[in-house]
C-alpha cells in the first residue's frame, strides 16, 4: 500500500502516474487538507481519503508531498504511527533526511526527492538521495514509483539543492527565455501566437536533440552556426551581455537560497 500525504498538486500527478503505470486504486491512498479536495481525488482516481495517522499507520510506502514549512507538523502527527521496515519518500524541498529521520522511529528509512512541475506531464526530472538508514532496495522502491512520471537520477544528498537550483527551478528558466524570445519575435513585428508557436516548437524540437542525438549542445550549436551568418552574430551579442555568467550566478543564488531556506 502506497499512500500520498498532502496530494496537492505535485502529489496527484504522482497518483495519477501510478495509476497509469498499472497499479489498482486499492493499493493507494491519500490525505488531504480540505474534504472537497478529498472528495475530487475519489471521484477523479477511485482511491481512498484517509486522514494522516491512519495513513501513516497503514501504508509500506509512505510520500510525503506536503509543503516544506508544513513538514514538522505532519511529521509530529505521524512520527509514532510508522513502523520500522516502512519506507518513508520526502518530496519537500530542503528537508533534510536527517530532519526527517530525527522524528521519526529508529531505522526507518527515508528517501529525498527532488522532483519539478513538469511530473504534470510525465516528462518530470526526479533527483533521489537515500539517508542513512536507506539502502539498495528502498532507492529502487522510490525509482520504481518515480519512474512513470519522468527520468530518475541518484545523486549524494549532499548535492540535492544544487539538483533543486538546477532542475527544481529549471523549468522556470526555460520559461523565461521562451518569454524574452516570444518579446524579440513581437519586435520583429510578428504576431505574438505565431512567435509562441514558434519558439516553443524551437525548443521541443532542441530538447529532443539534445536527449535522443548523443551529441554534447556545443556540437548542435555549432552545427546551426555558420561562418559569418546570422546565429552567430546573435550569439555574440549573448556573450557581450554576459549571458552565460547570468545563468551560472543565477543558478548559484538559487542554489543559495536554498540552503538558506532549509537552516531557517
Do not use: C, W
Not at 524541498?93 to 529525498?112: K, Y
Not at 546573435?234 to 543559495?256: C, D, M, P, Q, S
Amino acid at each position: 500500500m502506497i499512500a500520498i500525504l498532502g496530494a496537492g498538486k505535485m502529489g496527484e500527478a504522482l497518483l495519477s502516474g501510478v495509476l497509469r503505470a498499472g497499479r489498482a486504486p486499492s493499493e493507494l491512498m491519500a490525505t488531504v487538507r480540505r474534504e472537497e479536495r478529498g472528495a475530487l481525488l475519489r471521484e477523479r482516481y477511485g482511491v481512498e481519503i484517509v486522514g494522516n495517522a491512519e495513513a501513516a499507520a497503514t501504508a509500506d510506502t509512505l510520500v510525503l508531498a506536503v509543503k516544506p514549512q508544513d513538514m514538522g507538523v505532519l511529521l509530529d502527527e505521524i512520527g509514532a504511527k510508522v513502523r520500522p521496515g516502512r519506507l518513508v519518500i520526502s518530496m519537500a524541498a530542503g528537508i533534510t533526511t536527517g530532519f526527517i529521520e530525527e522524528r521519526l522511529p529508529a531505522g526507518v528509512p527515508v528517501v529525498r526527492v527532488m522532483s519539478n512541475t513538469p511530473v504534470l506531464v510525465d516528462e518530470a526530472m526526479s533527483v533521489i538521495s537515500a539517508g542513512s538508514h536507506a539502502g539498495e532496495e528502498n532507492l529502487k522502491l522510490a525509482e520504481e514509483l518515480l519512474s512513470p512520471v519522468g527520468k530518475v537520477l541518484r545523486l549524494p544528498e549532499s548535492l540535492q539543492d544544487g539538483a533543486t537550483a538546477l532542475s527544481g527551478s529549471g523549468p522556470a528558466y526555460f520559461y523565461y527565455l521562451v518569454e524574452a524570445m516570444v518579446d524579440a519575435g513581437i519586435l520583429l513585428g510578428m504576431p505574438r501566437a505565431a512567435a509562441l508557436e514558434m519558439v516553443i516548437q524551437s525548443a521541443v524540437g532542441a530538447a529532443v536533440m539534445l536527449r535522443d542525438s548523443g551529441e554534447h549542445p556545443v556540437m548542435l550549436r555549432e552545427a546551426v552556426t555558420s561562418p559569418g551568418g546570422t546565429t552567430i552574430s546573435a550569439i555574440r551579442e549573448l556573450e557581450r551581455h554576459g549571458v552565460r555568467a547570468a545563468v551560472l550566478e543565477a543558478i548559484e543564488a538559487a542554489r543559495n537560497r536554498g540552503r538558506e531556506l532549509a537552516g531557517g
